[in-house]
């Protein structure tokens, strides 16, 4: 069976003026695009969307460790929107991810200090199963692009505005892994069904 890679880019410079309802409405729409139905329902963070079988494999997936303060963050994400109402199933799978920002000014004052700086988030992903050895079941790279405003002299502002852009960040990430991973669930299930038909037939 062939081993799916993903990869994704995607900018929230808009968010900067709407906020995190920004993230909601954009995952809707990835949502209903695929043909998908909301996981959980509205009332939870969770927007992934898949039918029961899928939504049973996606609970047995064991998010490791990511390093460092938004690492954390993030796997805390992924393991409400995969794990959501059922965190009591066996785990069957792991996910491992590698978390990584990169900041540069793109704004300056007269006095030559920025006022504005961009963030190049990438997010990457390995799904693998609990065999000896381990078998890499699908893998993929997530790109998010963000900014936010350095106001004159206001380090406290600065500071706040950053931290609402990296959740705004880890939020998307933690979407559009566990989106992929519906996919990847989904159609091992389709192969299986094919497969168990074509030995009936």
Known sequence: MSRAVWST?????????????????SSALLVSGCGFRPLYGEARREGVAAEAPVRAE??????????ERN?????????????GAHPSVPSRYDLRVSLA?????????????????????????WLLDRGTPPTQIASGTERENDA???????FFAAEASRDAMERRMVEQFAFQIAQRLAV??????????????SGGG
């Open 184 to 197: 990847v669930f989904q159609e091992r299930a389709a192969q299986r069904t094919a497969a168990a038909a």
């Open 9 to 25: 880019s995607s900018s929230r410079r808009a968010l900067l003026l709407t906020g995190g309802g920004a993230v909601a409405a």
């Open 148 to 154: 936010y405003n350095i106001p004159d002299q206001q």
């Open 101 to 125: 920002f990169a900041a540069e000014p793109i704004a300056f004052r007269r006095d030559g200090t920025a006022s504005r700086i961009r963030y190049r988030g990438t997010a990457s992903w």
């Open 58 to 67: 996606l609970a047995a997936v064991q998010v490791e460790r990511i390093p």
């Open 71 to 83: 690492g954390q963050l993030l796997r805390r994400a992924l393991q409400e929107h995969l794990r």
